[in-house]
Nanobody
Framework: EVQLVESGGGLVQAGGSLRLSCFTSGFAFDDYSIAWFRRAPGKRREREGISCMNGSDGRTDYVDSVKGRFTISTDNAKNLVYLQMDNLKPEDTAVYYC????????????????????WGRGTQVTVSS
C-alpha cells in the first residue's frame, strides 16, 4: 500500500526557511514521480502544483513562483522526499501536500488539473509578514 506522510510545517517569518519532509512507503522511487502541491487559505478546491521530481532520472521541475527559492530532493535510503523552502513569503502560506504517481507523466501535468493517485494529508505552513 502506497502511503505518504508530510511533516515539517510550521510558522515562520517572511524571509525565513522551512524544510518539509514526506515519508513514503509502499513503492520504489525509481518507478514513481513525486510532486509537492499546496492549497492556499480560502481556496478549498484549488491545489497548486509547485514542484515535481521524476523518480527514474531525478529530473526536477518548479513553477515560476517558487523557482530559485524551493528545492525538491530525495533520500532514497530513508524513503524521504524533501522540499527545502527558502526566502519564504506570506503568499507561500498554505497546506502543503506531497503526492505520487506511477511512471513519469506526473511531472508533465502536475501544474494543470491532473490529480495524482496517491496523496498525503498535508502539513500547514504559515509565513508571517
Amino acid at each position: 500500500e502506497v502511503q505518504l506522510v508530510e511533516s515539517g510545517g510550521g510558522l515562520v517569518q517572511a524571509g525565513g526557511s522551512l524544510r518539509l519532509s514526506c515519508f513514503t512507503s509502499g513503492f520504489a522511487f525509481d518507478d514513481y514521480s513525486i510532486a509537492w502541491f499546496r492549497r492556499a487559505p480560502g481556496k478549498r478546491r484549488e491545489r497548486e502544483g509547485i514542484s515535481c521530481m521524476n523518480g527514474s532520472d531525478g529530473r526536477t521541475d518548479y513553477v515560476d513562483s517558487v523557482k530559485g527559492r524551493f528545492t525538491i530532493s530525495t533520500d532514497n535510503a530513508k524513503n524521504l522526499v524533501y522540499l527545502q523552502m527558502d526566502n519564504l513569503k506570506p503568499e507561500d502560506t498554505a497546506v502543503y501536500y506531497c503526492a505520487a504517481d506511477l511512471g513519469t507523466g506526473l511531472c508533465r501535468y502536475y501544474t494543470g488539473t491532473y490529480s495524482p493517485d496517491y496523496w498525503g494529508r498535508g502539513t500547514q505552513v504559515t509565513v508571517s509578514s
